[in-house]
C-alpha cells in the first residue's frame, strides 16, 4: 500500500523532511537532488551579488563621469586664470618698461633744470 500523505496535499516536501530513499540508486538521487538545490540556491545568491555590483559600478560610473567633467571644468578655468595671468604680467612689464623710462627722462629733465640754475646763479 502506498502511504496516503505522499498523494496528497504536500506535493513536494522540504528538503530537510524528505525521507532517506531505501535503494541506492534512490540515495544518489537525493543526494544529487541535494546538492542541485545547494547549487541553484549559491546560484541566486551570486546572482543577486552581480546585480547589487553592477548596480554599484553604475553609480560608480556616474559619479567618475561627473567627476571628469567637474575636473575639464576645473582645467578650463585654471587655464583661463593662468592666461590672465601672464596677459597681467606682460601688460605690468611694458607697464613697468614706460615707468623706468618715464623715470630716467624725468631725472634728465631735473639734471638739466638744476645745471641751468646753478648757471643762472654763476
Known amino acids: ?50 546585480a547589487d555590483l553592477a548596480d554599484t559600478f553604475d553609480k560608480h560610473r556616474s559619479a567618475h563621469t561627473d567627476l571628469e567633467l567637474r575636473l575639464s571644468a576645473l582645467e578650463a578655468s585654471h587655464q583661463t586664470a593662468l ?15 614706460r615707468l623706468e623710462h618715464s623715470v630716467e627722462t624725468q631725472k634728465r629733465a631735473v639734471t638739466e633744470l638744476e645745471q641751468i640754475l646753478n648757471a643762472d646763479e654763476h
Open 83 to 97: 592666461d590672465e595671468l601672464h596677459a597681467n604680467r606682460q601688460r605690468y612689464q611694458q607697464h613697468l618698461t
Open 1 to 50: 500500500m502506498r502511504n496516503e500523505k505522499s498523494s496528497g496535499d504536500n506535493p513536494e516536501p522540504e528538503p530537510s523532511r524528505r525521507p532517506r530513499p531505501r535503494t541506492r540508486r534512490g540515495r544518489l538521487l537525493a543526494d544529487l537532488q541535494t546538492h542541485l538545490d545547494e547549487a541553484l540556491a549559491e546560484l541566486k545568491t551570486h546572482e543577486k551579488t552581480i
